[in-house]
């Protein structure tokens, strides 16, 4: 995992001694005395997480925090306040204002690099989903590429599973103002109420009986139905370990006993508030631009959406020199298919090949049908070896079973070959990079076929 980070403190020593650490984790750092120089890196410079001080000269970081949330260009960034301050009022103020998290001088290596990896995994998630959207810009989304709306506009559906009932009563008041809670002490019966219904946030207790709260947890990150719910842990004074597995496993927050009311309200809103622009990023994306970008018959994104998409990837990838691959796949011999099975079992045969294509390229991977019976997979921070075997893993998923021609009843068996081309160092453009991955391929038909190329410069 790779990452620019700007951290701001107008106290040498602390910057030298943060710098040290995100160094020695293989981190890109940027520094900043003060906040209007923090802003002004943050306008220029991608910047993927902020480790942010409070008490500086001319406008404090809670000042600071504010102008990046309400900035389009900068709201998508997670910022960590880093402070002496301790008290629970300036937590709360700094989680108002829109930081992600709040950490407290001096800061526990484990816990910090914990909190730093877990929140850049988040952002490289939405960044996707937000560069989608900056591609359909004029299909009206741009509204959507702001998290941060304020107030929440309706109460939130929260599961909270702790088994004490005086504590369920406690916390169900503190949240009584902004979200429906559902208190639930068994942890079983937990996990299939947050399948069941559409909660945008569970809150698990440590301390629940008999039952292990991160096998919890884990359980609700790798169901499809709750795998994009929030979740926040309430752990005991002294349980740092637990906390650090919780971040690890996907939990996106946590709080320490005893509670304070306000701190669970703001962090609470915050999860909440996150999710739904998650969810409406998604569901516009889905709906709006399914058409535009979709190809009818397979579902994959078609060549119109990979031109613009794959520019703003790989100017991306450029920028930041970070590596991305790209492999063509064709389907041999698809004429002679059309020939013997029809225009119909040839459909049958893209669609088909389409879902193996999803089955095999990973979930940040974008895959497209480039036109006929050829088809693009893109691979953001993929080296060439990579690419290699993901190539490889589709081009055994296409020959291990014979594709079913449905008029018929007749399994014709079919292979792929397979071509790609890695950004090269010195950068180049989306169209050289798919010329080099179409020379591969061209390559890997004349070799025989059924076989996955790579291409130099």
């Known amino acids: 995992m790779t990452a620019r980070i700007l951290v701001v403190d107008d106290i040498p020593a602390n910057v030298k001694l943060l710098e040290a650490r995100l160094l020695a984790e293989y981190f890109e750092v940027l520094t900043a005395a003060d906040g209007m120089t923090a802003l002004a890196i943050c306008d220029q410079t991608p910047v993927d997480l902020i480790l942010l001080d409070i008490m500086m000269p001319g406008i404090d970081g809670f000042e600071v925090c504010e102008r990046l949330k309400t900035n389009p260009r900068t709201a998508h960034i997670p910022v960590v306040m880093v402070t002496a301050l301790d008290q629970p009022a300036d937590r709360v103020r700094g989680l108002k204002a829109g930081a992600d998290d709040f950490l407290t001088k001096p800061v526990n290596d484990l816990q910090l690099m914990t909190r730093v990896k877990s929140l850049i995994r988040f952002k490289a998630l939405s960044d996707e989903l937000r560069l989608r959207a900056e591609t359909a810009r004029d299909m ?44 639930i002490a068994d942890p079983h019966a937990a996990l299939f109420e947050a399948a069941d219904k559409p909660y945008e946030l569970v809150i698990v207790s440590s301390s629940l009986e008999d039952y292990d709260p991160l096998r919890l947890c884990s359980q609700l990150r790798s169901l499809e139905r709750t795998r994009f719910i929030p979740m926040l842990v309430v752990a005991e004074q002294g349980e740092e370990q637990l906390v650090i597995r919780a971040l690890e496993l996907g939990v996106n927050d946590y709080l320490l006993r005893p509670l304070d009311p306000n701190e669970l309200l703001a962090r609470s809103v915050t999860q909440i508030r996150r999710k739904r622009y998650s969810d409406k990023l998604r569901a516009s994306l889905s709906e709006s631009v399914e058409f535009a970008v979709t190809d009818a018959l397979t579902g994959l994104n078609n060549r119109r959406y990979l031109d613009t998409h794959l520019a703003t990837l790989v100017d991306r990838s450029n920028r930041r020199g970070r590596p991305l691959s790209v492999l063509i796949t064709d389907i041999d011999h698809f004429k002679s298919i059309n020939d013997t099975h029809g225009h119909e079992g040839g459909d049958d045969v893209l669609r088909d090949f389409a879902r193996r294509v999803r089955g095999a390229v990973r979930g940040a991977d974008l895959a497209c049908r480039y036109g006929g019976e050829e088809f693009v997979v893109v691979m953001p921070d993929t080296t060439s070896d990579i690419a290699a075997q993901v190539a490889e893993r589709l081009r055994e998923a296409v020959a291990a079973a014979p594709f079913k021609i449905s008029a018929t009843g007749v399994a014709a068996p079919v292979t792929t070959s397979v071509g790609i081309a890695t950004l090269e160092a010195g950068g180049e453009g989306a169209e050289a990079l798919l010329r080099r991955a179409d020379k591969a391929l061209y390559q890997a038909k004349n070799d025989g076929r059924n076989r996955v190329v790579g291409q130099a410069a």
Do not use: C, F
Request: charged share 25%; glycine share 10%; no cysteine.
């Open 140 to 183: 009206g989304l741009e509204t959507l590429l702001s998290p941060h709306q304020g107030k929440l506009e309706e109460p939130g559906l929260v599961l909270l599973v702790e088994s004490r009932a005086n504590t369920q009563e406690r916390m169900s008041r503190a949240l009584s103002g902004v979200a429906e809670i559902t208190a």
